[in-house]
């Protein structure tokens, strides 16, 4: 699914998409909060390092989960693709 923000003849700026001072937005009428791709991201990868304990690895999991719909709203993946199988098998699961 493609977000379709509307349309511009301008580059889309961060204050375009969160004014500023606002700490989410609504998207396709889902609810994104601030942060959230950074926080996936830095999720993602301790999720996917070799050295990550079960227990931590299976509180990051939830957290990427509980992120996937939002990302898919944003069109995240419709630009980029997660290289991990695992961690590609994970959010696919959601």
């Known amino acids: 699914m493609t977000t379709q923000f509307p349309p511009t003849t301008t ?3 961060p204050e375009d ?13 889902m609810t994104v909060r ?4 950074a926080a ?9 390092d070799p050295s990550t304990a079960d ?6 999991g939830r ?9 898919k709203v944003l069109g ?9 199988e695992r961690l590609r098998a994970l959010m696919e699961s959601c």
């Open 40 to 48: 996936f991201l830095q999720n993602a990868m301790k999720w996917s």
């Open 11 to 13: 580059p889309t700026r």
């Open 55 to 60: 227990p931590e690895r299976d509180a990051l």
């Open 63 to 71: 957290e990427i989960t509980k992120s996937v719909s939002a990302l």
């Open 17 to 29: 998409v969160l004014a500023d001072g606002a700490d989410r937005t609504e998207i396709d009428g």
């Open 34 to 37: 601030k942060g959230t791709v």
């Open 76 to 84: 995240v993946f419709d630009v980029f693709e997660v290289r991990d």
